[in-house]
């Protein structure tokens, strides 16, 4: 598989994660909502990884990942407090401790921000990915 279909296929993925999230927001399933587009974000971060050629680490927090993808140092100080807060739902989302935290302030306007704030961040890093891959495509002509 080359290096552009290993790319599409994590931004598929990001797609049908958001995909399900709307639907989730659709029918106030906010907590659910909040961890796909959490989701999303980090398998946009993992197709930038794989942009660079390597393998992403499986791991959710999406501060490491966003280093390891080499593009940490371009976010701002919103995107990167946005990142470290998106983090929490990987794991919330799936333990009933925090859950029960997170269910109480996961309402519809917290939740709009989150897509909000996703949706942006996934059209930012998928230019941050082209940018990537055009680069390797003007690497490789040179060689």
Same mark, same amino acid.
């Given at each position: 598989?080359?290096?552009?279909?290993?790319?599409?296929?994590? %931004?598929?993925?990001?797609? /049908? !994660?958001? &995909?399900?999230?709307? +639907?989730?927001?659709?029918?106030?399933?906010?907590?659910?909502? $909040?961890?796909?587009?959490?989701?999303?974000?980090?398998?946009?971060?993992?197709?930038?990884?794989?942009?660079?050629?390597?393998?992403?680490?499986?791991?959710?927090? %999406?501060?490491?990942?966003? /280093? !390891?993808? &080499?593009?940490?140092? +371009?976010?701002?100080?919103?995107?990167?407090?946005?990142?470290? $807060?998106?983090?929490?739902?990987?794991?919330?989302?799936?333990?009933?401790?925090?859950?029960?935290?997170?269910?109480?302030?996961?309402?519809?306007?917290?939740?709009?921000?989150?897509?909000?704030?996703?949706?942006?961040?996934?059209?930012? +890093?998928?230019?941050?990915?082209?940018?990537?891959?055009?680069?390797?495509?003007?690497?490789?002509?040179?060689?």
């Amino acid at each position: 598989m080359s290096l552009k279909e290993r790319v599409a296929e994590w %931004l598929a993925i990001t797609d /049908e !994660d958001m &995909e399900v999230a709307q +639907l989730c927001y659709k029918n106030k399933k906010y907590l659910h909502c $909040a961890f796909l587009y959490q989701q999303a974000v980090e398998k946009a971060i993992k197709a930038r990884i794989t942009a660079n050629d390597e393998i992403p680490y499986p791991i959710h927090d %999406l501060t490491a990942l966003a /280093e !390891d993808a &080499e593009i940490w140092d +371009l976010f701002s100080a919103k995107q990167r407090l946005f990142l470290r $807060a998106l983090t929490t739902y990987a794991i919330g989302a799936r333990y009933s401790e925090r859950k029960r935290k997170l269910l109480s302030v996961c309402n519809k306007e917290e939740t709009q921000k989150i897509l909000t704030s996703s949706k942006e961040m996934i059209l930012w +890093l998928k230019e941050k990915i082209n940018e990537r891959l055009s680069q390797e495509k003007q690497s490789s002509k040179k060689s």
